[in-house]
């Protein structure tokens, strides 16, 4: 089993940063993509940003230039870098991994989630 744990929301004010922390544990060979996503109250869920294990990202349209992934191996983390915030960021944000486990099954994991409120 592989767990995500998340860390760095809370409230901020419009134009303001935060920076999202997700730490992966548990039965791990490799990490191979990471990623943000965001849920909206009665939206779905969308992909924010992505990093895979070689360092190449992707961004959705909505938060290119403000926000930067990053991803840190030998401790298991992805970033995400947030600036100036719009209070249509406001969501729940999610980590994700695609793991590769000893036995050398893949599988998606996803964390719990992190709140971040933008608003004044």
């Known amino acids: 089993q592989v767990q995500l744990v998340e860390s760095g929301g809370g409230l901020v004010q419009p134009g303001g940063s935060l920076r999202l922390s997700c730490t992966a544990s548990?039965?791990?060979?490799?990490?191979?993509?990471m990623g943000w996503h965001r849920q909206a109250p009665g939206k779905e869920r969308e992909l924010v940003a992505l990093?895979?294990?070689?360092?190449?990202?992707n961004y959705a349209d909505s938060v290119k230039g403000r926000f930067t992934i990053s991803r840190d191996n030998a401790k298991r983390t992805v970033y995400l870098q947030m600036n100036s915030l719009k209070p249509e960021d406001t969501a729940a944000y999610y980590c994700?991994?695609?793991?590769?486990?000893?036995?050398?099954?893949?599988?998606?994991?996803w964390g719990k989630g992190t709140l971040v409120t933008v608003s004044s």
């Open positions: 994700n991994a695609n793991v590769l486990d000893s036995s050398y099954n893949t599988m998606d994991y």
């Open positions: 548990g039965n791990i060979f490799r990490i191979n993509a």
């Open positions: 990093i895979t294990n070689g360092g190449s990202t």
